[in-house]
């Protein structure tokens, strides 16, 4: 019941960080500060009131409209809102309840990456380097928590985060220099580099290399796809984030069990 009640807190925690995901994620790729100015509608420019940044109830209240100009207001910030608090949820149902916070603030990173990452095949730098601290201050914490009576059994080691950052990093700049050399063009940008660098700190290197097998599989299926149906022409760039993302939270949730089927 206890566990429940963590989960049902830490789904509403979700929603408002959903809320912040958001902002983020609109206005970093336009340089425009997450702290000024307050939220407003992208049409009107009209300022939100309080009662109308209730995460997806608001949306839901005023029928997907701007209270102001009617504007219509894009579904995907209730999903992102929602998909935020299932992450966070999910967090705590599979990891343990203090690694949970650290791993949350990763998954609101992975989040944001995935959809602007989407939108405009760029990540941003300051998304990586928060993440990075707060990987940081984890995998420190998760040595010295016995002194606290403390518990991070999720957190890696010192030589597992390090292994971890060279699992991440290494492989995709390699690729990309081999592509570079060979093709006269980059494989990969380097915010995937660094994004895969900062999240195996989190994982260590044996989980960087699930999430590594995850996103390559996913990400070839669906360029496959995109080929086969004509969506997509040979040689055209597809943004590989969000499936380094993907690969990323499925490896927290299930990686140790894929570890231990495959050896």
């Known amino acids: 019941m206890t566990q429940w009640i963590a989960v049902g807190t830490w789904f509403g925690v979700g ?29 009107c420019k009209t300022r939100l009131v309080f009662y109308d940044l209730i995460p997806i109830i608001s949306w839901a209240l005023l029928l997907g409209r701007c209270r102001n100009c009617k504007s219509k207001i894009s579904i995907r910030y209730p999903l992102v809102e929602f998909t935020c608090a299932l992450l966070f949820a999910c967090m705590v149902l599979f990891t343990h309840s203090l690694s949970a916070i650290f791993l949350s603030l990763l998954a609101f990173v992975l989040l944001a990456v ?15 380097v928060f993440a990075a601290i707060v990987g940081v201050g984890w995998v420190i914490l998760g040595q010295f928590s016995p002194l606290f009576s403390l518990s991070f059994p999720n957190a890696p080691g010192f030589i597992s985060a390090f292994l971890g950052i060279l699992a991440g990093g290494l492989p995709l700049l390699v ?3 081999l592509v570079l050399l060979l093709y006269k063009k980059d494989g990969f940008g380097y915010g995937d580099v660094k994004l895969m660098a900062v999240s195996g700190l989190f994982l260590g290197w044996q989980l960087i290399i699930v999430a590594f097998f995850i996103a390559f ?40 069990g894929i570890i231990s089927f495959m050896t």
């Open 15 to 43: 929603l408002c960080f959903g809320s912040l995901a958001n902002v983020v994620i609109y206005r970093l790729p336009r340089d425009i500060s997450i702290v000024s100015p307050p939220s407003g509608c992208p049409a």
């Open 114 to 128: 995935f959809v602007i990452d989407y939108d405009t095949q760029q990540i941003p730098d300051s998304l990586l």
């Open 217 to 256: 599989i996913s990400g070839g299926a669906f360029a496959v796809y995109l080929l086969v149906t004509g969506r997509a022409r040979r040689g055209e760039y597809i943004a590989f984030g969000p499936f380094l993302c993907g690969g990323v939270i499925v490896a927290i949730w299930f990686g140790q």
């Open 175 to 177: 690729i990309d220099r």
